[in-house]
């Protein structure tokens, strides 16, 4: 079933902002560490920015600066606040995430992705 709905990426102008979303189901109860990748076209998929549990946050050196990784839990959902878009952050989004769920406890459950394009 699904456990994490993306929303957010879109089209952006070099030095514009988006914000990424990163939702789980119903059926989730709790988001414990949560991690955002992106795969840019022709290239591997990359770890971008990690928060745990406890809101440690971490950021691969290429978005250090722009990129803020957050969550709220009533809402369970997680966010990916990107500023000063560069045409090199062009990828598509992934959200992956340790999860909590009644009886069990699922570990790296991925997003479906979403796309980001910065182009002017």
């Not at 990748?37 to 600066?65: C, F, H, M, N, W």
């Not at 000063?84 to 992934?94: F, G, H, N």
Request: net charge positive.
């Amino acid at each position: 079933q699904v456990q994490l709905v993306e929303s957010g990426g879109g089209l952006v102008q070099p030095g514009g902002s988006l914000r990424l979303s990163c939702a789980a189901s119903a059926s989730i109860f709790s988001i414990n560490d949560m991690r955002w990748y992106r795969q840019p076209p022709g290239k591997q998929r990359e770890l971008v920015a990690t928060i745990t549990s406890g809101g440690s946050t971490s950021y691969a050196d290429s978005v250090k600066g722009r990129f803020t990784v957050s969550t709220d839990a009533a809402k369970k959902t997680a966010y990916l606040q990107m500023n000063s878009l560069k045409p090199e952050d062009t990828a598509v989004y992934y959200c992956n995430a340790d999860l909590g769920a009644p009886g069990t406890y699922v570990t790296g459950a991925w997003g479906q992705g979403t796309q980001v394009t910065v182009s002017s």
